[in-house]
């Protein structure tokens, strides 16, 4: 497969009247034409801070890639100017934001919206762009587009509403989309046809998709492949299978085991003990290591390198380690000294 982004040892930091907050430490992936790539964790583990860096749209003020490389085109993301990073967004990466009407402008009609996009990054004429407009409202599932392109916003159900971001998001056809909870505030059923949606448009479009979320459920229907993020870094990567039959990492295997099971009379759920660490000082070691049930003295001290398990499969634990021993001899000889 053909790889169209590369995000190399992304680290970001916000600066606070508390100190710096290192929100992304270290975060390496790779994304190719097609799939569906998911990055999955707890609220405030880095996912959507990662896609933010992706598109360039961290604060000015606060937010600062402190180091790392964003490849897409053979163009470092994170270092082409401002006006260079406009023609890109939206044009060749565009993103779904979680919630709808945050996204669209409540006193502009949906029409309006979406033609200003084709205008600003394609050279046609209006009647083009409203032609183009109507073909996506209906491939997103839009009943009447006609009619629906002179409404606004607040005529829209949620579920409409969503479709018509996802619209917004596909109208110059992107080579990458990145969705951001795109089905957080929306019902079960309504949920299943996003994500329906979102097969049929990759089908047609072959668009690569970034999929952030912390629901595991969405994960298993949708995406091929996985990154567990915690603490603003990934702890385990995978193929889908790799991730929900074959877990390694034991922050992997507590999200597991918190999502409610169907097909088990009386499963019982299993939470995570404890709370992340303070990104204000993170931890040297393994930064899951005080909720870990398999806790040893090397986790605290050291963060333990990549472990490849197969040439789709790899994660950053000491249990996956056969160094593991020889570092905590190493360790509890240096405590002596």
Not at 118 to 134: D, I
Request: aromatic share 6%.
């Amino acid at each position: 497969m053909q790889k169209v982004l590369s995000v190399h040892d992304l680290h970001v930091s916000f600066a606070t009247y508390g100190g710096s907050v290192q929100a992304v430490r270290g975060v390496s992936f790779d994304l190719f034409e097609g799939e569906t790539f998911a990055i999955v964790g707890e609220s405030g583990c880095g996912k959507s801070v990662t896609s933010q860096s992706i598109m360039g749209l961290l604060p000015k003020y606060s937010a600062k890639i402190t180091s790392g490389h964003i490849q897409f085109k053979h163009k470092d993301l994170c270092k082409i100017p401002e006006r260079e990073m406009r023609s890109i967004r939206g044009a060749d990466i565009s993103m779904i934001f979680q919630d709808p009407m945050t996204a669209l402008n409540p006193t502009l009609t949906v029409g309006d919206q979406l033609t200003e996009a084709l205008l600003q990054h394609q050279t046609m004429s209006k009647k083009a762009a409203k032609e183009a407009v109507l073909s996506m409202l209906s491939l997103v599932g839009i009943p009447d587009p006609k009619e629906r392109l002179k409404q606004y916003p607040h005529q829209f159900s949620g579920g409409m509403r969503q479709r018509i971001v996802i619209a917004m998001a596909l109208i110059c056809e992107p080579d990458i989309l990145i969705a951001d909870e795109p089905t957080t505030a929306l019902d079960v059923t309504i949920q299943a046809q996003i994500l329906e949606l979102f097969k049929e448009i990759q089908r047609k479009t072959k668009v690569s998709i970034i999929l952030i979320t912390h629901d595991l459920g969405v994960v298993a229907q949708v995406a091929d492949r996985v990154a567990v993020m915690y603490a603003g870094k990934i702890a385990e990567i995978g193929t889908r299978e790799d991730i929900f039959y074959q877990p390694q990492h034991p922050y992997t295997k507590g999200l597991l085991n918190s999502v409610p099971r169907l097909d088990l009379e009386d499963a019982e759920l299993i939470p995570i003990d404890g709370t992340p660490p303070d990104l204000f000082a993170p931890p040297a070691g393994c930064p899951f290591a005080a909720r870990c049930p398999h806790r040893m003295t090397v986790c605290d001290r050291v963060y333990p390198d990549q472990t490849v398990r197969s040439t789709s499969h790899s994660v950053h634990c000491w249990l996956q380690d056969k160094r593991a021993e020889q570092a905590a001899v190493s360790v509890g000889t240096k405590d002596k000294q």
